[in-house]
């Protein structure tokens, strides 16, 4: 494997199973093209305990090239640059590869693992499900490529391991099962975080429950006002209309000063004739009403009334 930015993390004459640390964007191009495999990064850590036998030069070298920070390196010191390196995989922008230069060691895991998959749908018959929800075992490299991929979302691996430890008791009577779902239990690959690391083994997909579309409904929207005053009794405007005219000429008097006395009130209500000798009272309670005020001369008759 050679980069612009990687640092060995096995010794030189260790070239049958070589780490190399690089920057997670260079990682993912390796990885494809290469078939790298990733690995943790508490692995990482424990390799670069192998700092001390390394030469601060080289160390230097590749901080600046992975361009972990925009300090002057040539200040410091070997624990700080240690501490630098040891930062930046913690935080995933550095990551580990196992793999040689040329396919030295390659990932030969994958026809293996795609046996396994291939043997466990063949005796599930492709019914594996959890909760009614359809689940499917893919290599890491072959997720991308899984059809129907948005139909489908990953299951994180503390969950998949109680999902195929289920399946496995659920099983239990189809010879072979148990033991298969178990290698897969073991293969699961570790929860990732893209696009800073990728998967590492199998993985588990479960299906994406669909949720069916209500009808748009063609009625207009009942507004909080409207719904209140549908809660409320429908409540009516009584009301009366008086007409004062001259008891002998029948001509309006305008001006007559007329007093209403509603049902349940002591104190009456005055009200005056317009123009044409009219006068009208709203708002009005159900019930019997007196009129007084009237002179002698005047008659008045009921032109309209509202009470119920």
């Given at each position: 494997?050679?980069?612009?930015?990687?640092?060995?993390?096995?010794?030189?004459?260790?070239?049958?199973?070589?780490?190399?640390?690089?920057?997670?964007?260079?990682?993912?191009?390796?990885?494809?093209?290469?078939?790298?495999?990733?690995?943790?990064?508490?692995?990482?850590?424990?390799?670069?305990?192998?700092?001390?036998?390394?030469?601060?030069?080289?160390?230097?070298?590749?901080?600046?090239?992975?361009?972990?920070?925009?300090?002057?390196?040539?200040?410091?010191?070997?624990?700080?640059?240690?501490?630098?390196?040891?930062?930046?995989?913690?935080?995933?922008?550095?990551?580990?590869?196992?793999?040689?230069?040329?396919?030295?060691?390659?990932?030969?895991?994958?026809?293996?693992?795609?046996?396994?998959?291939?043997?466990?749908?063949?005796?599930?018959?492709?019914?594996?499900?959890?909760?009614?929800?359809?689940?499917?075992?893919?290599?890491?490299?072959?997720?991308?490529?899984?059809?129907?991929?948005?139909?489908?979302?990953?299951?994180?691996?503390?969950?998949?391991?109680?999902?195929?430890?289920?399946?496995?008791?659920?099983?239990?009577?189809?010879?072979?099962?148990?033991?298969?779902?178990?290698?897969?239990?073991?293969?699961?690959?570790?929860?990732?975080?893209?696009?800073?690391?990728?998967?590492?083994?199998?993985?588990?997909?479960?299906?994406?429950?669909?949720?069916?579309?209500?009808?748009?409904?063609?009625?207009?929207?009942?507004?909080?006002?409207?719904?209140?005053?549908?809660?409320?009794?429908?409540?009516?405007?009584?009301?009366?209309?008086?007409?004062?005219?001259?008891?002998?000429?029948?001509?309006?008097?305008?001006?007559?000063?007329?007093?209403?006395?509603?049902?349940?009130?002591?104190?009456?209500?005055?009200?005056?004739?317009?123009?044409?000798?009219?006068?009208?009272?709203?708002?009005?309670?159900?019930g019997a009403f007196s009129i007084e005020g009237v002179e002698n001369d005047a008659a008045f008759e009921l032109v309209g009334h509202e009470i119920t």
């Amino acid at each position: 494997m050679s980069a612009r930015a990687t640092l060995t993390l096995t010794p030189f004459w260790n070239t049958d199973d070589p780490v190399e640390l690089v920057p997670s964007v260079d990682a993912i191009r390796f990885r494809r093209e290469r078939g790298c495999r990733y690995l943790p990064a508490g692995e990482a850590l424990w390799l670069l305990q192998a700092v001390d036998r390394m030469s601060a030069a080289r160390i230097r070298g590749f901080a600046q090239a992975a361009r972990l920070t925009t300090l002057p390196l040539c200040d410091m010191g070997e624990p700080e640059l240690y501490k630098l390196v040891c930062d930046a995989v913690q935080a995933g922008h550095l990551v580990a590869l196992r793999g040689g230069e040329s396919g030295r060691t390659g990932d030969n895991r994958n026809p293996e693992l795609r046996r396994l998959v291939r043997q466990i749908e063949e005796r599930t018959r492709g019914r594996m499900s959890d909760a009614g929800r359809r689940l499917k075992l893919v290599v890491d490299v072959d997720l991308l490529k899984v059809p129907g991929r948005d139909n489908y979302e990953v299951v994180a691996r503390d969950e998949a391991v109680r999902v195929l430890d289920g399946l496995a008791r659920q099983w239990a009577g189809v010879g072979g099962l148990v033991d298969l779902l178990g290698r897969a239990r073991a293969k699961l690959s570790p929860d990732w975080r893209p696009p800073f690391s990728q998967p590492d083994g199998l993985v588990l997909l479960r299906g994406v429950p669909v949720v069916q579309a209500q009808p748009a409904s063609q009625e207009t929207p009942i507004t909080p006002s409207q719904l209140q005053k549908l809660k409320e009794p429908e409540k009516k405007d009584k009301w009366v209309k008086l007409h004062v005219i001259h008891a002998d000429t029948g001509k309006a008097i305008e001006g007559a000063q007329l007093s209403l006395i509603l049902p349940g009130e002591k104190d009456a209500s005055s009200h005056k004739t317009d123009k044409e000798g009219l006068v009208e009272v709203t708002d009005l309670p159900a019930g019997a009403f007196s009129i007084e005020g009237v002179e002698n001369d005047a008659a008045f008759e009921l032109v309209g009334h509202e009470i119920t």
